[in-house]
């Protein structure tokens, strides 16, 4: 039994593992847990992660959780190319400055968009007060100033010339506002041009492959939901957007 | 011009830093940032820092927060990078971030998943006890402390049961990064009157575990300021500052 990944491609950080795994050729085996139909709370996924998120990894009798952790194991563990995680002190410290800035900012403001945008009026069938709607944009359009002017400058990409897991997990985590419908990369050329090239790195037709689902998350209904559910994702993402 | 830390020990990973540093002998000089002192552009947390004593600190960190680290021309933000490149440069041993693959990756998962458990909610209550009254002149409703309380809560308990467990320290027998990451964290409710470790002896005897390895000693240094919270009651704050961050404090508490 060799590698095995537990993910959800509309999950921002399941995405950046996979297309991290199949560029570099890692051989894994594709587990499949659906959260609209509450897959990550069965008692075998527990099993798996009893944190009950995606993405998990299973390595033998070893269980990780944190995409981070994983991306960094896999680097470990299957000698990927050094720009990747390089081996320079400096340069692996920017990397690592960037994964740790992430959580709350790109991703915390991505998801949040995403949420408030798409995911909530999926559950509840009404839209949210447009005030809401602005401020949470206005929030990502912040992190994005920051994102641009100190993490990427007037570098190719985030430590260097090279592209490295900073790149891969920051443009993962920006998909996801897209996918609800806020094209962020139609008036940011820089950014625009930084994406293009991280969808060069990895392969163009990879990065497709894996954004297909987030890319239609419009066509999303509500019967989709496991209706067990459908209570208790309405709470959980209430709480998360108060 | 050697190695700069740019820290104010009221803030947790400021802490964990200077911990680290000083318990593996890491020669550094201490640069003093006063987050609550200041004029226009300086402010807590994650509001602009300006350190109090030097010409050039506003390059130090482009993100204007502490920690921040200076090494020759070489600038970095971010406790778990800063703490990374120290165990790196200085070879600290093997324990910190253990050579192991699946020991590291424990280390890894733990400082990963802490971003938005633990430190998602154990800073809010010196927000709400002593940080936000001292900036807005108001109280808070108690219902706002529950409500953090319970996040907290509900972090430890998965803290406990997935993380530490029945080991002595998160990834085992010796202490990590993630275990000192972690203390440090929790010591900030400790410090404002939420003694998070009093119901929950596994915890206890786990921070004590953490105190000894890294020396009882710098352990309290490192946190006298917090244990003297009610001090910072007295101090001036920057009228400017009070007018620019009470709506900006309000508005994070929602």
Same mark, same amino acid.
Not at chain 1, 22 to 31: A, C, L, T, V
Not at chain 2, 18 to 35: C, D, G, M, W
Not at chain 2, 212 to 234: C, P, T, W, Y
């Given at each position: 039994?060799?590698?095995e990944?537990?993910l959800?491609?509309?999950?921002?950080p399941?995405r %950046?593992?996979?297309?991290?795994a199949?560029?570099?050729?890692?051989?894994?085996?594709?587990?499949q &847990?659906?959260?609209?139909?509450?897959? $990550?709370?069965?008692?075998?996924?527990?099993? &798996?992660?009893m944190?009950?998120? &995606?993405?998990?990894m299973?390595?033998?009798?070893?269980t990780? %959780?944190?995409?981070?952790?994983?991306?960094?194991?896999?680097?470990?563990?299957?000698?990927?190319p050094? $720009?990747?995680? !390089?081996?320079?002190?400096?340069?692996?410290?920017?990397?690592?400055?960037?994964?740790?800035?992430?959580h709350?900012?790109?991703?915390?403001?991505g998801?949040?968009?995403?949420?408030m945008?798409?995911?909530?009026?999926?559950?509840?069938?009404?839209?949210l007060?447009p005030?809401?709607?602005?401020g949470a944009?206005?929030e990502?359009?912040?992190v994005?100033?920051?994102?641009?002017?100190?993490?990427?400058?007037?570098?190719?990409?985030?430590a260097?010339?090279?592209?490295?897991?900073?790149?891969? &997990? %920051?443009?993962?985590?920006?998909?996801q !506002?897209?996918?609800?419908?806020?094209?962020?990369?139609?008036?940011?050329p820089?950014?625009?041009?930084?994406?293009?090239r991280?969808?060069?790195?990895?392969?163009?037709?990879?990065?497709?492959?894996? $954004?297909?689902?987030?890319?239609?998350?419009?066509?999303l209904?509500?019967?989709?939901? %496991?209706?067990?559910?459908?209570?208790?994702?309405?709470q $959980?993402?209430?709480?998360?957007?108060? | 011009?050697? =190695?700069e830390?740019?820290l104010? =020990? =009221?803030?947790q990973?400021?802490?964990s +830093?200077?911990?680290? #540093?000083?318990?593996?002998? /890491?020669?550094?000089?201490? *640069?003093?940032?006063?987050?609550f *002192?200041?004029?226009?552009?300086?402010?807590?947390?994650?509001?602009?820092?300006?350190p109090?004593?030097?010409?050039?600190?506003?390059?130090?960190?482009?993100? *204007?927060?502490?920690?921040?680290?200076?090494?020759g021309?070489?600038?970095l933000?971010?406790?778990?990078?800063?703490?990374?490149?120290?165990?790196r440069?200085?070879?600290? @041993?093997?324990h910190w971030?253990?050579?192991?693959?699946?020991k590291? #990756?424990q280390?890894?998962?733990?400082?990963?998943?802490h971003?938005?458990?633990?430190?998602?909610?154990a800073p809010?209550?010196?927000?709400?006890?002593?940080?936000?009254?001292?900036?807005?002149?108001?109280?808070?409703p108690?219902?706002?402390?529950?409500?953090v309380?319970?996040?907290?809560?509900?972090?430890?308990?998965?803290f406990?049961e997935?993380?530490?467990?029945?080991?002595?320290?998160?990834?085992?027998?010796?202490?990590? =990064?993630a275990?000192?990451?972690a203390?440090?964290?929790?010591?900030?409710?400790?410090?404002?009157?939420?003694?998070?470790?009093?119901d929950?002896?596994?915890?206890?005897?786990?921070?004590?575990?953490?105190e000894?390895?890294?020396?009882?000693?710098?352990?309290?240094? #490192?946190?006298?300021?917090?244990?003297? +919270?009610?001090?910072?009651?007295?101090i001036q /704050?920057? @009228?400017?500052?009070?007018?620019?961050?009470?709506?900006?404090?309000?508005?994070?508490?929602?």
């Open positions: 039994m060799g590698l990944l537990y959800d491609l509309l999950s921002q399941c %950046a593992l996979y297309i991290f199949r560029s570099n050729n890692i051989p894994f085996e594709f587990k &847990v659906e959260l609209m139909k509450g897959q $990550h709370k069965t008692e075998e996924f527990q099993k &798996v992660n944190l009950m998120k &995606v993405p998990a299973r390595d033998g009798s070893f990780l %959780a944190e995409s981070i952790a994983i991306l960094l194991y896999m680097v470990r563990k299957f000698k990927t050094d $720009h990747w995680y !390089p081996s320079d002190l400096q340069k692996r410290a920017r990397v690592d400055e960037y994964l740790s800035w992430q709350i900012s790109i991703r915390g403001k998801s949040k968009l995403f949420l945008k798409l995911l909530l009026p999926l559950l509840t069938g009404q839209p007060p005030e809401k709607l602005e944009t206005e990502l359009n912040a994005l100033k920051q994102f641009e002017e100190t993490f990427l400058q007037d570098k190719p990409f985030i260097g010339s090279e592209i490295s897991l900073a790149d891969l &997990v %920051a443009l993962v985590e920006l998909m !506002p897209v996918g609800s419908g806020y094209d962020l990369f139609e008036e940011r820089k950014l625009a041009a930084w994406r293009r991280v969808e060069e790195a990895v392969g163009k037709q990879l990065f497709q492959e894996a $954004h297909e689902g987030i890319l239609n998350a419009k066509n209904t509500v019967d989709m939901i %496991a209706p067990e559910m459908l209570e208790q994702f309405k $959980h993402l209430l709480k998360q957007v108060a | 011009m050697g =190695l830390l740019y104010d =020990l =009221l803030s990973p400021c802490r +830093i200077y911990i680290f #540093a000083r318990s593996n002998n /890491i020669p550094f000089e201490f *640069k003093q940032v006063e987050l *002192k200041g004029g226009p552009g300086t402010g807590p947390g994650r509001a602009a820092a300006r109090s004593n030097s010409e050039g600190a506003g390059k130090v960190s482009l993100l *204007k927060k502490v920690p921040a680290l200076k090494d021309d070489f600038t933000a971010e406790c778990t990078a800063i703490l990374l490149y120290l165990s440069k200085y070879n600290t @041993p093997d971030y253990p050579s192991d693959i699946q590291r #990756a280390v890894d998962e733990y400082l990963s998943w971003h938005t458990n633990i430190r998602a909610n809010k209550t010196m927000w709400i006890k002593v940080l936000i009254p001292l900036f807005t002149g108001q109280p808070l108690s219902e706002k402390l529950q409500e309380m319970e996040g907290l809560s509900a972090s430890l308990k998965q406990e997935r993380f530490l467990k029945d080991k002595a320290f998160i990834i085992g027998s010796e202490i990590s =990064l275990d000192l990451v203390v440090v964290e929790l010591m900030q409710p400790v410090g404002v009157g939420c003694d998070i470790f009093e929950r002896p596994r915890l206890m005897e786990w921070r004590r575990r953490v000894d390895a890294v020396g009882k000693e710098l352990f309290f240094q #490192a946190h006298e300021m917090i244990f003297n +919270i009610r001090e910072l009651s007295n /704050i920057h @009228p400017q500052l009070k007018e620019h961050l009470a709506p900006v404090l309000m508005k994070m508490l929602k």
